[in-house]
């Protein structure tokens, strides 16, 4: 070209006559799936008018639709209704309206509800519920039980939110409640924010890790840059259905993203990440090193840190890029690489190892 | 550096117990005032979930906030209220919610509704409306009189909507209707669309023009590129206040913009595009050219095309950026520029014209 | 969450110790391969300082991994070298210095050389040149028997630059180096320049179809928008080698690339859109409509435009996108849809048919 | 709107005939000025193709001004030359040839050289050198007095760059050479790199805090997301010429900015962020607190934290947004807001106090 240029410009011809088309488009988010499992985003706890939230639950389809969501949850407070003198309580009715344009969508709607009660114990969600009016007590306990008759999916919400600093965030009523099978996973992310006091405690209970949005507004549409996707679990399903989605938190089967974050059970996030990075074979070699490409195949993005072995010192591997690595190894022998994940941990504080072996010819 | 880096790197440091920042942010629209004048920028025609819109009314003022939009007005219909089962129809509670809103965040907030009838004659807004139970009329021109009793100021949405192709867009009911002075703007732009037909009829019967959203679902936040700001009305007002913004409707000193569009009658047009454009002095010459900066200091992306004259054939000057011409031009003598702005028209298929002279050194 | 959150924040965590990661990434160009056909991006008209470019030669390798090209030819001007008091004529040194580079980087690195004479007959570039002393004779036609002499492919470089409006762009020396074998291949796009008087004669002379960026100044990196990729010729070729583009160059198998537009001969162009455009069944039905997803899985944004049959008017499908249509059908019927793609010509004003039919469950 | 729309569409009307408008466009940075001082945006180091760079010198230039830069200056290395096979050393070139298109591109080029010596005592940039052969001594004492016997600055280059873990970084010979004044700055960040130990050291010495790009690669054009500026020195001066630089650089008066972090003395910091944000008078009041209105007027972004007071406990202002704070204050009084600047140290670990008071109505 005689010097850059751009094709903006043409966006004036004939500008004053044209009309712009209106659909909506889906960004689909890359997750690669496991072996047997589908990588499902979901986002599992949400608001709409009919509590505190601001937009009318089709449109919370829609949006997820956008995102490249699998599934949600709509989860409007039962005991929190602050507009109900504008919209009548109904709790049934989130529901009904979305799940009609989850079909025409693909999206999977599942109905659910959160038990809003005072810091403690806190709110609840509860999934999967087929009457909302039957978990209306003011008892925490009579609410759980009444969730888990219905056969419900329950899992405690931002534990921590409004504690106190220095107080204690887990009380002897959730070990209680939580003894007792009440509920079964933990918010370990919400929003931007990690509860870092109670993760610890959920992997010591044996509970599924759930990360939410908890969105109240309306979701602003997925940007190119990855740090933009909203705080989700990644359920790892043996179908891409409710039923699919229920076994799954039920058998801990997550990995929740949050920003460049993930967080998982290592048996979760070890094969997710690793399907994650691809590593090609060595396309160049001289006597003393090789080059290869390294391939973040999904949306999340890697950073990861040399722990011995070859190659560089730290590795940026941002969502869908590859970088190329120049690792010393004479002809005929094989470089180790050893590596982790600073922003993939299987507990507090404890980042995933990987490892690599590249052969050079 | 020793090669290109990015601050992005550091976002993981610390990553697993930060907690993010909460607040919205408003990104101011840049357009210039004029002398005497305040340049608002104005979202008219608007729906929340008390017609067929998806979100709640005091959103609509977050959102026009966080936009840089100086006003709005709530016109959700009058005749259609899709979402009645649920929310039961009180014509002024919107208002009455976003007012509250619009004081906290200093977005101007016009009570406004949208007289919906069938094509034709098709659909009204009437804005700073006091009794909108009072224009509940199965007849247009009762409820247009009912309007005018009221004081408010009515324009003509989206003519040509939903009119079938060939047919004619303004019948004897238009005119009879804008005869008796019961409407005084025409909305020439609805979200993408222009309506070509009714434009040069607005200026021939001397009408206001305007542009607006009509947005029915949330409004994406606004990207740093400009073809992404909403349809919207430029008001060139006495003060920052509704009735600044009523007197400069009724005096039709506006501009509409839409993308990166701008139509409006020459007397604003002209000067408005004059602030937008500021040619420097040369800071430069040899003994055949000078060289100068042409700045656009608003976020209005424009592009020039020569219509005789010095400079180059054509010039694009993005929202907000600088560009440097070399201009042909002996020392002492001083050049003519003659362009035309062709996004910027005074009517249909004229754009707006331009002259600088750079007097050489 | 309690309002929308960003990661951004926590980039200030330990910041004023943080160092950044250093190396470039690639963005792989998703365009799909065709059966027994690889689709290699290719870039086969450029600069370096060693003519009238700005970036040394090998920086025109990492870029163009960087931007997830397989290929590019250096074609420094043989004629015209401005820095040859810096930089004294050596014409085998750029691609001597870039071909290293190439093998790191796993980039396909051409040698080229453009033929630079006045208009006309303008410029030619010769690719696979290997030895480019012998090129420099002041007679075109005794140039272009050289570069025969030496099994280069030629094409025509950016035909109709710098001839005056009005004049012939294809003069009677054109066709008779045509005839006589010397080149092979037209460039229609030039950076973002098209030349519509040329593309005619190329079809009609059966010459292959190129497009270039001809760049002199450094490329930006790649935009997440796809309007930001450089102007580019895909081959489809039996292998990714040098050897394997030659084939698919003299056998015409290419289709240009500028901005949102393709431009290929229908036997290429056809099989290509097709397989950027996925149509999956439908995934949901009432009794009037099914509700099917249209999948864009490569990088080309795509503008259809319905010709006849069922589906909207118009269908926007950005890179990457799905877009979501409901298309009228009952039960047991099979709609058929039938468009053309308005960014995909197989000839000036013939933009490429389109069909597909939808089987209701 | 019927539905939300973008104007991206028209970008396809009339295309395959459209020609692309070629120039490059400038993005200022805004950064205000302080009280009888012109805040310069400046790169005093980097490189071309006349060393180890990849660019030719005048595309330095023109990318300086595309990115908004008021002065550059251009550091080939004396000492290291590993294109002279190509390119014959001639010191004094690259400013030759870029100093041209400074005065068309209204870019002031600084003509400076790095010396380049083994670490220690590593390299020093002298700036406003007439006579770079003079520089050529392998002893770096002689070098710099050669520098100085030419009226150049001095300073010192990436302290601490190739230093190994552990060993210290100001030797014995650095302050020898300081002591004498052979340097008078000291580049605190280079790229992406901080170099902590030579910092306070800097300030006990009283040295200039300096920090650049040292780019050898073109820099990527100025994305819309501030954290891409690249590193530069803020010159606050008392003209905006080349003499103006010298003095503000010998008085002291810089700041540095990397990404979204500042550093800077005091002096120099404190009045440089205090018109960076600007609150407004409250606009609306109730019983219990007042609105207002916080506005960056520059591209740097600012996280605050607070120290005491009324407000929120931080706040995230990006540049050249405006946030909302409501804060606690009855009718009549005043609230006192005391914050620090988390992204703006006026040494290591000192983030820059920062103190409102607002007056309720």
């Given at each position: 070209?005689?010097?850059?240029?751009?094709?903006?410009?043409?966006?004036?011809?004939?500008?004053?006559?044209?009309?712009?088309?209106?659909?909506?488009?889906?960004?689909?988010?890359?997750?690669?799936?496991?072996?047997?499992?589908?990588?499902?985003?979901?986002?599992?706890?949400?608001?709409?008018?009919?509590?505190?939230?601001?937009?009318?639950?089709?449109?919370?389809?829609?949006?997820?639709?956008?995102?490249?969501?699998?599934?949600?949850?709509?989860?409007?407070?039962?005991?929190?209704?602050?507009?109900?003198?504008?919209?009548?309580?109904?709790?049934?009715?989130?529901?009904?309206?979305?799940?009609?344009?989850?079909?025409?969508?693909?999206?999977?709607?599942?109905?659910?509800?959160e038990i809003t009660k005072a810091v403690p114990p806190g709110h609840f969600n509860a999934l999967f519920v087929t009457n909302i009016d039957a978990l209306a007590h003011d008892d925490v306990t009579a609410c759980l039980e009444a969730a888990r008759a219905q056969g419900c999916y329950v899992f405690w919400n931002h534990p921590g939110w409004r504690v106190k600093p220095g107080d204690p965030v887990i009380l002897p009523l959730h070990a209680e409640l939580q003894s007792k099978g009440l509920f079964q996973g933990l918010e370990i992310y919400n929003g931007g924010d990690l509860y870092t006091n109670a993760w610890p405690w959920a992997l010591e209970r044996n509970l599924t890790l759930l990360g939410n949005s908890d969105t109240h507004v309306p979701m602003d549409p997925p940007q190119p840059r990855n740090e933009n996707h909203r705080t989700m679990t990644l359920v790892f399903a043996r179908e891409r259905t409710a039923e699919g989605i229920r076994e799954a938190l039920l058998a801990r089967r997550t990995v929740v993203w949050c920003g460049p974050l993930l967080a998982g059970r290592k048996e979760m996030l070890d094969p997710f990440v690793r399907a994650c990075i691809v590593l090609a074979p060595p396309h160049h070699a001289d006597k003393k090193s090789v080059w290869v490409h390294m391939r973040n195949v999904s949306d999340v993005p890697f950073t990861l840190r040399k722990t011995g072995g070859a190659g560089p010192d730290?590795?940026?591997?941002?969502?869908?890029?590859?970088?190329?690595?120049?690792?010393?190894?004479?002809?005929?022998?094989?470089?180790?690489?050893?590596y982790v994940a600073e922003n993939a941990c299987t507990a507090l504080g404890e980042p995933l190892a990987l490892s690599w072996s590249v052969k050079a010819p």
């Open positions: 070209m005689k010097r850059r240029t751009t094709w903006v410009a043409v966006a004036l011809a004939g500008v004053f006559t044209a009309a712009a088309a209106p659909a909506l488009e889906r960004q689909e988010i890359r997750v690669p799936d496991l072996e047997g499992l589908h990588t499902l985003t979901c986002d599992l706890h949400m608001h709409t008018v009919f509590s505190d939230g601001n937009v009318w639950p089709t449109w919370r389809v829609e949006e997820a639709w956008r995102d490249g969501l699998d599934a949600i949850a709509l989860t409007d407070h039962i005991e929190y209704q602050p507009k109900k003198d504008d919209i009548p309580t109904r709790h049934m009715r989130p529901g009904d309206l979305a799940r009609g344009s989850g079909r025409q969508y693909d999206v999977i709607v599942i109905r659910g509800a730290s590795i940026r591997l941002p969502a869908g890029k590859i970088v190329l690595l120049k690792i010393a190894a004479a002809p005929g022998t094989t470089a180790e690489l050893a």
